[in-house]
């Protein structure tokens, strides 16, 4: 009952020309890589940002699998190099410096067809002293697939870099076309060293802390789901992400362990960081209900209300009774509901008071009304239970 007890000043607001278009949300950060960046971004628009890896990417440079391919490469190169990611080309080519193989696999892969699967993977290339073939615009795998099987791939030897996880798919429909496909395992992915934030990201999702969570691979996916079914709360997640919690990816590709479970997710036209957030910050406050109560506009955010465009901020524990009230607009909710929001023992008294300092959050009394011996409502400007002329 402490949040409860919270002093919420009726004057704590921003105007609406100062209010960003994620401010009130709390989003989620999965990334492994680049989260420092991606939070940046985040809070700039106005987010309060939990950052917490699902993933940790363990390089295997010192890996013996991955010195014989690379030497065998260097010695015999591939007629196609197939790069996917770019941390994994340059990661690649880093660790052949160790072995003093860098130098004879830059000069095989001159002599090869060298296809990129994004723009990350292109600048690795290129930073290597290569130049690429072809890339293609969506940046799917798919689209390289179709591309190498149009152009023939039967008697060539293809090596394909992977990308913390085997790609079954791709290589065996290669092999299928009959090519001689050289698998190039360069990193890949595994649990987080320190599964503590991680753990307690799950538990606030599935507890109503979280407005979206973010990723940017789909190894992340996969290991936030993989993590939550290891603690028990597996359905419990999915259901906060089928509902109330939206699902932000960078691309299609991110969205795939996502959808496998009926998630629905959205992601940006281009995949960048820059552009989830801009996507992000399109589609979050869409999601804010809108309420017409006593001559005012609300939109609940995470933690905070939009009246009439004034961002007001709310304790987690009155945004529950709000949005207990905004369950069923305008009708009378007992309050033993409302108590039952508020989590703890309690009593009416505590109901009360929780009222009162919604109310005062709010900045009009009259947006909460009080229905005698029953309970309490909205003050919506159109009873929905009204009969209609």
Partial sequence: MNALMETLSPQSHRTSPEVAPLEGFTVAVTAARRSDELAALLRRRGAEVVAAPALRIVPISD?????????????????????????????????????????????????????????????????????EEW?????????????????????????????????????SALRMAGADVVEVPVYRWTTPEDVVPLDRLIETV????????????????????ERSRVLGYEERLVAALQGPVLAMCVGPVTAGPLM???????????????????????????TAPLLTAAGHELRLRGQAVLVDGCLRPVSPALMRVLREL???????????????????????????????????????????QTVVKRGYRLALDTDPCAPKS
């Fill in 63 to 131: 890996d013996q699998r991955l010195m014989t391919v690379s030497g065998e490469l260097a010695e015999r190169p591939a007629d196609i190099v197939v790069a996917t990611t770019g941390i994994g080309f340059r990661g690649w080519v880093e660790a052949c410096e160790t072995w003093g193989l860098a130098e004879p696999l830059v000069a095989g892969m001159r002599r090869s067809r060298v296809m990129a699967r994004g723009p990350k993977a292109k600048g690795a290339i290129r930073a290597a002293g290569l130049t």
């Fill in 135 to 171: 890339s293609p615009p969506s940046e799917s795998s798919a689209e390289v697939l179709e591309y190498l099987l149009e152009c023939g791939v039967a008697g060539l030897r293809v090596a394909v870099q992977l990308h913390g996880e085997p790609l079954p798919d791709f290589c």
């Fill in 206 to 225: 599935i507890n109503g802390g979280i407005d979206a969570v973010t990723f940017t691979s789909a190894p992340a996916a996969a290991g936030l789901l």
């Fill in 260 to 286: 496998a479970r009926d998630i629905a997710t959205v992601w940006p036209d281009r995949a960048r960081i820059g552009a989830l957030v801009k996507r992000l910050a399109e589609e979050l406050p869409e």
């Fill in 326 to 368: 905004a369950r069923r607009p305008g009708q009378v909710r007992d309050r033993n509901d409302l108590l039952a929001s508020l989590g703890g023992d309690g009593d009416a008294h505590a109901v009360e008071t929780a009222v009162a300092r919604l109310r005062a959050a709010l900045g009009d009394p009259k947006i909460i």
